[in-house]
């Protein structure tokens, strides 16, 4: 199986701060990397497929980027709604795999 | 409006079974992969199975854990998916997403979640 490992496990941060965050995967994945955002108490929502298409709804401040082992989730200009967990997910082969998350919190 | 709805879940002892349903609408359900994600307590991620489209034969796919105790099904009728669990463990207790995948540029993503079905299997 692939696995999928995020740094750094929380974040912590101020509204309108910048935030990045890692996801790296054991073997190349190409760019069949997905980003989900989720609040607790919520549904996971899907934010970036395909390691840099932003979803559907999904605010330009969110961007992606990466391909093969190493990708990268960046929020410009934090917003309170913006506080959260991230997971990353590999498609390239299944069974497909999560990271453990990157909690984003309020510095 | 693409709507998943979740439904099925509860209280189980391990070793017993329980059938989830998820309950579609807002698109051609026939034409997606339907997958099962689920969160343990406190817990991360972990996808669980896939159950492909009627052109694909509608194949399944498991994670190793539930493979050989969980079956999954679609209804395209119906517009349904399920997921029968049997032989459950304490260590399937989770919240039970629903997804719909989609396939673009080569990889799966899920795009639309059900609200989630809360399965604890406890004596």
């Known amino acids: 199986d692939i696995q999928m490992t995020q740094s750094p496990s929380s974040l912590s941060a101020s509204v309108g701060d910048g935030a990045t965050f890692t996801c790296r995967a054991s073997q190349s994945i190409s760019n069949y990397l997905n980003w989900y955002q989720q609040k607790p108490g919520k549904v996971p929502r899907l934010l970036i497929y395909?390691?840099?298409s932003l979803q559907s709804g999904v605010p330009s401040r969110f961007s992606g980027s990466g391909s093969g082992t190493d990708f990268t989730l960046t929020i410009n200009n934090l917003q309170p709604e913006d506080f959260a967990t991230y997971f990353c997910q590999q498609s390239y082969i299944i069974p497909y795999t999560f990271g453990q998350g990157t909690k984003l919190e309020i510095k | 409006e693409v709507k998943l709805v979740d439904s099925g879940g509860g209280l189980v002892q391990p070793g017993g079974s329980l059938t989830l349903s998820c309950t579609t609408s807002?698109?051609?359900?026939?034409?997606?992969?339907m997958s099962w994600v689920r969160q343990a307590p406190g817990k991360g991620l972990e996808w669980v199975a896939l159950?492909?489209?009627?052109?694909?034969?509608?194949?399944?796919e498991f994670v190793a854990s539930v493979r050989g105790r969980f079956t999954v099904s679609r209804d395209d009728s119906k517009n349904v998916a399920r997921l029968q669990m049997n032989t459950l463990k304490v260590e399937d207790t989770a919240m039970y997403y629903c997804t719909r995948t989609s396939r673009i540029l080569g990889g799966s993503h899920f795009d639309y979640w059900g609200q989630g079905a809360l399965v604890t299997v406890s004596s």
């Open positions: 807002g698109f051609t359900f026939g034409d997606y992969p």
């Open positions: 395909a390691a840099s």
């Open positions: 159950i492909r489209t009627k052109g694909y034969g509608e194949t399944t």
